[in-house]
């Protein structure tokens, strides 16, 4: 009961992390395009007024004209009913931090820890992932408030951290737990900085508007930074949500080089729209973030199986001892794993049909070392390419 408890509460929390993202990605990517597509005002008295710049549009049956002041309107009173835009950051973060907890810190022993890359305990492998996550905002802004007005040579070191934790997080947790924690620091830097920066500094600039004092432009400043910052990392966080529907990524044996190579990609595509939102196509950075992809496509070409050596025949009488020791605690209409209700994926493996319908699947998820998750069962070397064999040898049930 407690397991399928958890698989409800898993299911529920993500449908709400999806849509607090939606949400605020929507709003993030809008105010983006909005801020970039400006135009000087058409009407003298709207400059006079402070307009910074406006921008028309058509949706829905109707027309918009939405008008940017920097520093608020002049000679006249700042609205009372201003619409922040935070809830939708802070629920994102919320749900993602609850969805970490259920899956990696409740489940640690099956998705956090991989003992074959560091013997931890749950208790030991929680604080790391909470430290890490923590200590990467404290590093990221302490980058950002030391090379203030720095912004490419900022950039720069910013990208250098993401890449150096990405490694050093595949040096400490399981693969797939390694690409959630890149993104869970990511997401933190970003919620981060709405939190501790963006709104913050709005508070305090319509303050002295409302009082009407001088305004200091100094937050807006680091707001915009910071905003920036936000919108590139969108891209490498959304791929990491639904990274962990495809191993092939992150249990490779080089699984943090290509998120690295990934993220990269989804930056220049990101610049890509960016830079259209100012009137300025630049098609090579799609192109470029292509061709990431496909050489990452090319260079993660599975190797061909090779069988057992001194080809000696393998029977499936062996190979469903080994799924019977190794697998079927989770592959299973009753699961006996802890923390499974139900079979991963809804694979079953107890039956020669049921391995049979599976077999190729099988055999890639066992070889790459996807499989058992986080080698709960300890499989060994010498079995997955039991397994391996199989396969090659025609994959008989017989």
Same mark, same amino acid.
């Given at each position: 009961m407690e397991s399928y408890l958890l698989d409800w509460a898993n299911l529920l929390v993500r449908w709400l992390h999806v849509i607090a993202g939606v949400a605020w990605t929507g709003s993030s990517f809008y105010f983006v395009m909005l801020d970039l597509s400006l135009k000087p005002p058409k009407h003298p008295e709207d400059e006079q007024r402070g307009v910074f710049g406006e921008f028309w549009a058509v949706h829905g049956g109707g027309f918009y004209v939405s008008q940017k002041f920097l520093t608020g309107p002049k000679g006249e009173p700042l609205s009372n009913d201003l619409h922040w835009t935070k809830w939708e950051a802070y629920t994102t973060w919320a749900s993602g931090m609850a969805l970490l907890a259920l899956i990696y810190w409740f489940g640690a022993n099956s998705y956090l820890i991989d003992q074959r890359v560091l013997p931890l305990t749950p208790a030991h492998a929680i604080v790391l992932s909470i430290a890490f996550i923590g200590m990467g905002w404290l590093a990221y802004d302490g980058l950002c408030r030391l090379l203030l007005g720095k912004d490419n040579l900022l950039a720069v070191l910013v990208f250098v951290f993401v890449v150096a934790s990405d490694y050093a997080l595949f040096q400490l947790f399981s693969a797939r737990a390694a690409f959630v924690h890149v993104g869970a620091m990511l997401g933190t830097m970003m919620v981060a900085n709405v939190f501790f920066h963006i709104i913050p500094g709005q508070k305090k600039m319509v303050a002295q508007i409302r009082a009407g004092a001088e305004v200091d432009p100094t937050p807006g400043v680091i707001g915009k930074q910071r905003s920036v910052h936000n919108t590139y990392f969108t891209l490498p966080v959304l791929f990491i949500m639904i990274s962990n529907h495809y191993p092939m990524t992150y249990s490779h044996e080089h699984g943090w080089l290509a998120l690295v190579v990934i993220m990269l990609a989804g930056v220049l595509i990101r610049q890509f729209f960016v830079l259209r939102h100012r009137g300025e196509s630049k098609w090579w950075l799609p192109l470029s973030g292509t061709v990431l992809l496909m050489g990452l496509i090319a260079a993660m070409v599975p190797k061909p199986l090779e069988t057992a050596s001194g080809n000696r025949q393998v029977s499936f009488a062996q190979v469903q001892?080994?799924?019977?020791?190794?697998?079927?605690?989770?592959?299973?209409?009753?699961?006996?794993?802890?923390?499974?209700?139900?079979? +991963?994926? @809804?694979? =079953?493996?107890?039956?020669? $049909?049921?391995?049979? /319908?599976?077999?190729?699947?099988?055999?890639?998820?066992?070889?790459?070392?996807?499989? +058992?998750? @986080?080698? =709960?069962?300890?499989?060994? $070397?010498?079995?997955? /390419?039991?397994?391996?064999?199989?396969?090659?040898?025609?994959?008989?049930?017989?």
């Amino acid at each position: 009961m407690e397991s399928y408890l958890l698989d409800w509460a898993n299911l529920l929390v993500r449908w709400l992390h999806v849509i607090a993202g939606v949400a605020w990605t929507g709003s993030s990517f809008y105010f983006v395009m909005l801020d970039l597509s400006l135009k000087p005002p058409k009407h003298p008295e709207d400059e006079q007024r402070g307009v910074f710049g406006e921008f028309w549009a058509v949706h829905g049956g109707g027309f918009y004209v939405s008008q940017k002041f920097l520093t608020g309107p002049k000679g006249e009173p700042l609205s009372n009913d201003l619409h922040w835009t935070k809830w939708e950051a802070y629920t994102t973060w919320a749900s993602g931090m609850a969805l970490l907890a259920l899956i990696y810190w409740f489940g640690a022993n099956s998705y956090l820890i991989d003992q074959r890359v560091l013997p931890l305990t749950p208790a030991h492998a929680i604080v790391l992932s909470i430290a890490f996550i923590g200590m990467g905002w404290l590093a990221y802004d302490g980058l950002c408030r030391l090379l203030l007005g720095k912004d490419n040579l900022l950039a720069v070191l910013v990208f250098v951290f993401v890449v150096a934790s990405d490694y050093a997080l595949f040096q400490l947790f399981s693969a797939r737990a390694a690409f959630v924690h890149v993104g869970a620091m990511l997401g933190t830097m970003m919620v981060a900085n709405v939190f501790f920066h963006i709104i913050p500094g709005q508070k305090k600039m319509v303050a002295q508007i409302r009082a009407g004092a001088e305004v200091d432009p100094t937050p807006g400043v680091i707001g915009k930074q910071r905003s920036v910052h936000n919108t590139y990392f969108t891209l490498p966080v959304l791929f990491i949500m639904i990274s962990n529907h495809y191993p092939m990524t992150y249990s490779h044996e080089h699984g943090w080089l290509a998120l690295v190579v990934i993220m990269l990609a989804g930056v220049l595509i990101r610049q890509f729209f960016v830079l259209r939102h100012r009137g300025e196509s630049k098609w090579w950075l799609p192109l470029s973030g292509t061709v990431l992809l496909m050489g990452l496509i090319a260079a993660m070409v599975p190797k061909p199986l090779e069988t057992a050596s001194g080809n000696r025949q393998v029977s499936f009488a062996q190979v469903q001892q080994v799924l019977n020791q190794r697998c079927v605690g989770c592959h299973a209409a009753q699961p006996m794993q802890p923390g499974f209700a139900q079979p +991963p994926k @809804g694979v =079953l493996l107890e039956t020669p $049909e049921q391995v049979a /319908q599976h077999a190729v699947k099988l055999a890639e998820t066992v070889r790459t070392g996807y499989m +058992p998750i @986080g080698n =709960l069962t300890q499989i060994t $070397e010498d079995e997955r /390419q039991l397994i391996a064999t199989w396969l090659t040898q025609g994959a008989s049930t017989r």
